[in-house]
């Protein structure tokens, strides 16, 4: 009885808009879901440095050095802000760490695939951080404070990851036959992995009803999705460059419908089988076992405090 009492004014409180905070009643599985959710997204963070790490040492020129490094540097602190977020709901950060490198706890798929050209740079901050972007917004308004705060800080900076992203495509696709020729197959290797970050079809998503229940997700995964379509291929069509669906048709509605994704290939990855899951991970292992005595320090030192 007190539980179904709990459970009705969660969610009166959810229905009004009004944000649950770590120390209010919650129903087990909407924690749980949030702990899976938001420890996805900060290894997503973290892990997607790694693709555009590759590229700290070769970049073109000191101001495009800087500005990749700053990039960089802004997705290990969203990392952190969602760790922190993330914590609130009683998982410690070793317990995070712990379940990605055990393959218990996952992260966006895209970040599994390769970065062979400069041009890749400009296609993540372009499509990579754009998808994110479209996702995050509608995070903002999520139904868990901490992670609702969370996401306005990172929003603001994703935007300009998105806008360095697409200066660097711009660009190149008005450069030399060589440039604009690598810009697109950028575009082409890094358009399927964005649209599969949204997750499978509505209809697939397992998580979805419940979620949209509790106000953790506002909108589907299939509707960001489409926003993100829509949004991007008029940029694409600004630049020069060409769409990487030959089925992409404007309807009527102001939408565009497209191809399917290939859903086998998204599942493969997910299961660890993508290009460069192995390296990613191994890379991940190998940078927390050498940072061990930093954090040993950051402890003593905050303990001497
Ligand atoms: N990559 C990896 N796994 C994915 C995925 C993807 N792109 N899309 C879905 N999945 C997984 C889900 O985690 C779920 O598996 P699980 O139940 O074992 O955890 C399964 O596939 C079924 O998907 P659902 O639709 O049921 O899952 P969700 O309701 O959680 O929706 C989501 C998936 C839309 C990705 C949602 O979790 C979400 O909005 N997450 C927060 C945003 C996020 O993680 N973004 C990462 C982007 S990276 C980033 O922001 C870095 C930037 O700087 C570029």
Same mark, same amino acid.
């Given at each position: 009885m007190e539980d179904q009492n709990n459970m009705e004014r969660f969610q009166a409180k959810i229905d009004a808009g009004i944000k649950i905070e770590p120390k209010d009643w919650m129903p087990e599985k909407y924690r749980q879901t949030l702990v899976r959710q938001m420890s996805q997204h900060a290894h997503s963070e973290v892990i997607g440095m790694q693709p555009e790490g590759n590229w700290l040492t070769r970049a073109p020129s000191l101001r495009a050095k800087k500005i990749l490094m700053a990039k960089i540097q802004d997705e290990g602190g969203h990392g952190l802000y969602l760790y922190c977020a993330a914590e609130t709901l009683g998982v410690s950060r070793d317990k995070f760490i712990e379940w990605l490198h055990q393959g218990k706890a996952k992260y966006a798929?895209?970040?599994?695939?390769?970065?062979?050209?400069?041009?890749d740079m400009g296609a993540i901050g372009w499509l990579v951080d754009g998808a994110a972007i479209v996702n995050q917004v509608s995070l903002q308004?999520?139904?868990?404070g901490p992670y609702s705060r969370a996401m306005v800080k990172i929003c603001k900076e994703e935007s300009f990851h998105q806008r360095q992203g697409y200066e660097i495509m711009a660009t190149l696709a008005k450069g030399t036959k060589e440039q604009k020729e690598m810009a697109q197959g950028a575009l082409d290797r890094w358009w399927w992995p964005s649209l599969m970050m949204f997750g499978p079809h509505d209809s697939e998503s397992a998580n979805t009803k419940d979620s949209m229940k509790w106000g953790i997700?506002? %909108?589907?995964n299939d509707d960001l999705r489409q926003q993100f379509i829509d949004k991007t291929i008029p940029q694409i069509e600004l630049i020069g460059l060409?769409?990487?669906? %030959?089925n992409a048709v404007l309807q009527e509605n102001g939408s565009y419908k497209t191809s399917d994704i290939d859903w086998d290939e998204f599942w493969n990855v997910i299961k660890g089988n993508g290009p460069c899951n192995v390296q990613r991970l191994k890379h991940h292992v190998k940078a927390h076992e050498e940072g061990a005595w930093v954090r040993e320090a950051a402890i003593a030192y905050g303990e001497k405090q």
């Open positions: 798929s895209v970040f599994n695939y390769p970065s062979p050209t400069w041009a308004r999520t139904s868990y997700k506002l %909108e589907t060409k769409i990487p669906d %030959e």
